[in-house]
Antibody
């Protein structure tokens, strides 16, 4: 059974870059599409972007080109970088696997990690 | 961009009673392949979201049959036939038809009266 685990700093200063990693266990990152989704406090879900193991990516345009998602197949991990963060980027960040039929959305989620943007 | 609008945003329900959540999209969710990619997720307090339903009406493995999805085009509904205590939380619809951009609804909070 595939499991996902997010890791990274829980506190990031404004204007700096948020960096998170998702470790995949019980399966290989070298298949499926892998996503990042976030949830600001008390708010709904926002899809950030995805990566395929080949390196093919796509990002939510609302994040104004601040997002980079990468994959490391040797470590069975994929990562998120979000640059020039502000308080509005404070959220719980989830990594998730997209269904083999990618348009069906995410069928496996990590437990989430809280990131606070504050000086 | 496709906008997903849910109603109601808050849904108090008595245990054992039915519940219904509406989700409307600003554009048709019928894909050129003939399928409609509308999914429903449930997020219990303090937990990650879990997908309940995909392609409008297909329940994921382990999802109780008291959950059902229906709809077409731009109008969709999630129904719970008899609400149980474990059903509390927030329900989200999500479209995948217009991938590579996924869009979620704003969420509906179900609580027990």
């Amino acid at each position: 059974q595939v499991q996902l685990q997010e890791s990274g700093p829980g506190l990031v200063k404004p204007s700096e870059t948020l960096s998170l990693t998702c470790t995949v266990s019980g399966g290989s990152v070298s298949s499926y599409f892998w996503n990042w989704i976030r949830q600001p406090p008390g708010k709904g879900l926002e899809w950030i972007g995805y990566i395929f193991y080949t390196g093919n990516t796509n990002y939510n345009p609302s994040l104004n080109n601040r997002v980079t998602i990468s994959v490391d197949t040797s470590k069975n991990q994929f990562s998120l970088q979000l640059s020039s963060v502000t308080a509005a980027d404070t959220a719980v960040y989830y990594c998730a696997r997209a269904d083999a039929r990618i348009r069906n959305g995410m069928d496996v989620w990590g437990q989430g990690t809280t990131v606070i943007v504050s000086s | 961009d496709v906008v997903m609008t849910q109603s109601p945003l808050s849904l108090p329900v008595t245990l054992g009673q039915p519940a219904s959540i509406s989700c409307r999209s600003s554009q048709s969710l019928v894909h050129s392949d003939g399928d409609t990619y509308l999914s429903w997720f449930h997020q219990r307090p303090g937990q990650s979201p879990r997908r309940l339903i995909y392609k409008v009406s297909n329940r994921d493995s382990g999802v109780p049959d008291r959950f059902s999805g229906s709809g077409s085009g731009t109008d969709f509904t999630l129904k719970i036939s008899r609400v149980e205590a474990e059903d509390v939380g927030i329900y989200y619809c999500m479209q995948g038809t217009h991938w590579p951009l996924y869009t979620f609804g704003q969420g509906t909070k179900l609580e027990i009266k």
